[in-house]
C-alpha cells in the first residue's frame, strides 16, 4: 500500500510560482509511475502531469506544458510538481496519485492511490 501526502498548495498572483511537493510511504514507490491530477469547482477532475517510475519519461497537458514541470527523488519518496507562470485558470485542487505500475497513464483510473488534495489559488 502506498499513502501519499500533498503539501506547497496557496494563493499565488499570476506569473507567479508554486512548487507542489507530494511524499509517499510504501516500498513500491519506486516501482509506480506518478501523476499529478486537478479538479476545479464543479469541473471534472484533469489530467496535469505524470513521470515514469524511473524518471526518465514524463507527460503533460498541453496548456501546462513549458511552464510545470514534474520530477521525483526515489531516493525520498518524493514527488513533485513545479509550476511557473500560473494563471487564474490553473486554479484547482491538486491531488498526486500513484499508478498501477510503472507505465505513466492520463487515465485516472490508471491510479490506485491517491493524496488528499492540496488548494492552489491564483488571483488576476
Do not use: H
Not at 96 to 115: E, N, P, Q, T
Request: net charge positive.
Amino acid at each position: 500500500q502506498v499513502q501519499l501526502v500533498e503539501s506547497g498548495g496557496g494563493l499565488v498572483q499570476a506569473g507567479g510560482s508554486l512548487r507542489l511537493s507530494c511524499a509517499a510511504s510504501g516500498r513500491t514507490f519506486s516501482d509506480r509511475a506518478m501523476g499529478w491530477f486537478r479538479q476545479a469547482p464543479g469541473k471534472a477532475r484533469e489530467f496535469v502531469a505524470a513521470i515514469s517510475r524511473s524518471g526518465g519519461y514524463t507527460d503533460y497537458l498541453d496548456s501546462v506544458k513549458g511552464r510545470f514541470t514534474i520530477s521525483r527523488d526515489n531516493t525520498n519518496y518524493t514527488v513533485y510538481l513545479q509550476m511557473n507562470s500560473l494563471k487564474p485558470e490553473d486554479t484547482a485542487v491538486y491531488e498526486c496519485a500513484a499508478a498501477i505500475d510503472g507505465f505513466f497513464y492520463r487515465d485516472s483510473l490508471k491510479y490506485s492511490y491517491w493524496g488528499q488534495g492540496t488548494q492552489v489559488t491564483v488571483s488576476s
